[in-house]
């Protein structure tokens, strides 16, 4: 049933003064305009700001949310320098704000994610962080000694951006290896191990120089040197992971919150996909898990094989490829349902796990180094994508979650662009979690009021009246199902390929289809 008639039915009675307008209520009593618990929530951001830290400095975001909007939960996270979710002062202050906001009538789901106590993580478990293993491929010269730099990469997000990025710690080398290159890929008779002919020069968090000496320089071959580089963020695979993980939601159980978020969880991003493939997660841990999913073989030399095709090993190299990322997945899956049954046992069953489990909002090879594409897999009570997710994934989230409605993270640089959202939003089933208005070049608190104002809070408060009745999602009578693994191998021919384009044209020919993965 199309949701039009039901929108033109709320609306002719919101005209009629039958029906309170969120525009026309924001000098009510703060709990007025709240939707009961057992409503569809509404959902807006709280990213903490040093201000956030002064003194009682909380309240002035809280005061302006329960006066100004209608949400009921605030999904709040830390975007601060210098601190972490384990410091007692920070303990503190999230404690006494969560406190005020439901006095306010609102509640706070905190992001208690690792990624923000890395410090932490990294003074008890030293030996347990994220590495990256790169592999930098050179022609051998024949003359003399050879050598070759390689340096680390800049790995940052959303989570790093007001402090320490995920820095390289260290560097090292770990195989040097030669080869003959054929044009139909490498010769594996020729494969040979030279690391310990060879010298280290330097190895700093920055970069690994290493001299291939003129005795295994030799023309006509190509070495590939694997450089090892640990960075400040904790190993997904790490043994102390999920053990830590559950540490630090329990060391907030005496805050009032409504629940966690765990947001774009996986590992450190790679902004384009690694199209070289020449670089892949690495750490002992994961070699280990590796080796028990393989029948025990080597991760480091699977790794040069993954990234080059060798003679005749065409389906060996896509089969270790399915089951590198598998394991990727896999994993990130098992970090995600830990944490989900972590809040609901700390924080009791009927809190809220949120919020999205997407990082590049768009299914493909980004995504797919960032987490093994496990949207699909990465429960939550609501659900959750954020910014320019295909609807397809969307609709199929309120499927495998049971939701009537799916929430999108969304923000914009420009307000009319969040009155045309709301609507777009609604129509395919959804609801918007507000970010604070962009560009940051006015106040947060004006941003805010900006958002909260005008067209965009009159289309708002007629949307919200939909969250009493819609139980259901929207209807999409196609489903259309890729192959996970298939999407995931870059050695075979439905790489990158999720069905988005098949999708997208049931969608623009009136047609809503959900977009399943095999797995």
């Not at 909007?69 to 975007?79: H, N, Q, V």
């Amino acid at each position: 049933m199309s949701l039009l008639p039901v929108f033109s039915l709320l609306i002719g009675l919101a005209s009629m003064g039958l029906i309170p307008c969120l525009a026309c209520a924001q000098t009510a009593d703060t709990l007025s305009h709240r939707l009961p618990p057992e409503a569809i929530p509404e959902l807006g951001c709280w990213f903490w700001s040093e201000t956030d830290f002064e003194p009682e400095g909380y309240r002035e975001f809280v005061d302006l949310v329960a006066t100004h909007s209608s949400y009921g939960y605030l999904t709040a996270s830390l975007r601060v320098p210098r601190r972490e979710l384990l410091d007692a002062e920070v303990h503190q202050q999230l404690k006494a704000a969560a406190v005020y906001a439901r006095e306010r009538g609102i509640e706070v789901v905190m992001d208690l994610d690792v990624r923000l106590a890395r410090r932490a993580f990294q003074a008890r478990y030293p030996d347990e962080l994220q590495q990256m293993l790169l592999l930098h491929e050179m022609s051998l010269s024949g003359e003399g000694a050879q050598t070759a730099e390689i340096r680390s990469r800049e790995l940052n997000d959303h989570y790093t951006g007001n402090t320490t990025p995920y820095i390289a710690l260290r560097g090292e080398v770990v195989r040097v290896v030669s080869y003959i290159m054929t044009p139909t890929g490498i010769d594996p008779h020729s494969l040979c191990d030279i690391t310990s002919a060879c010298e280290v020069l330097s190895a700093s968090p920055e970069a690994v120089k290493v001299s291939i000496p003129s005795e295994q320089n030799q023309a006509g071959r190509t070495a590939c040197v694997m450089v090892l580089f640990t960075h400040l963020a904790a190993d997904v695979f790490a043994p102390h992971l999920l053990a830590f993980q559950r540490e630090l939601l329990r060391q907030y159980a005496d805050a009032p919150f409504a629940g966690a978020c765990k947001d774009e969880w996986g590992f450190p991003p790679c902004f384009d996909g690694n199209p070289a493939k020449d670089q892949f997660w690495y750490s002992l841990a994961m070699a280990v898990a590796y080796a028990q999913c393989s029948g025990g073989r080597d991760l480091l030399a699977d790794c040069l094989l993954m990234s080059k095709a060798f003679q005749g090993m065409e389906e060996t190299r896509q089969a270790v490829i399915n089951y590198y990322t598998h394991l990727v997945w896999k994993r990130n899956v098992e970090c995600e349902t830990d944490f989900y049954e972590a809040v609901k046992e700390v924080f009791g069953p009927q809190t809220l796990v949120a919020t999205h489990p997407t990082w590049w909002p768009y299914p493909d090879a980004r995504e797919m180094m960032k987490n093994g594409l496990d949207w699909w897999a990465a429960k939550r009570d609501w659900a959750q994508t954020d910014e320019t997710t295909p609807f397809a994934a969307r609709t199929a989230l309120t499927k495998k979650w049971g939701s009537p409605v799916w929430h999108n993270m969304y923000y914009s640089s420009e307000k009319p662009n969040y009155e045309a959202s709301i609507w777009q939003h609604a129509l395919a089933g959804g609801r918007i979690n507000y970010h604070p208005l962009y560009p940051r070049d006015i106040s947060r608190i004006e941003s805010v009021k900006e958002l909260l104002r005008g067209e965009l809070a009159r289309a708002q408060s007629r949307v919200r009246l939909l969250n009493f009745i819609q139980k259901t999602p929207l209807d999409c009578p196609v489903a259309v199902i890729f192959g996970h693994a298939s999407a995931m191998n870059w050695a075979g021919p439905g790489y990158n390929d999720v069905g988005m384009a098949v999708a997208d044209a049931l969608w623009q020919a009136g047609y809503p289809a959900d977009l399943i993965p095999s797995s």
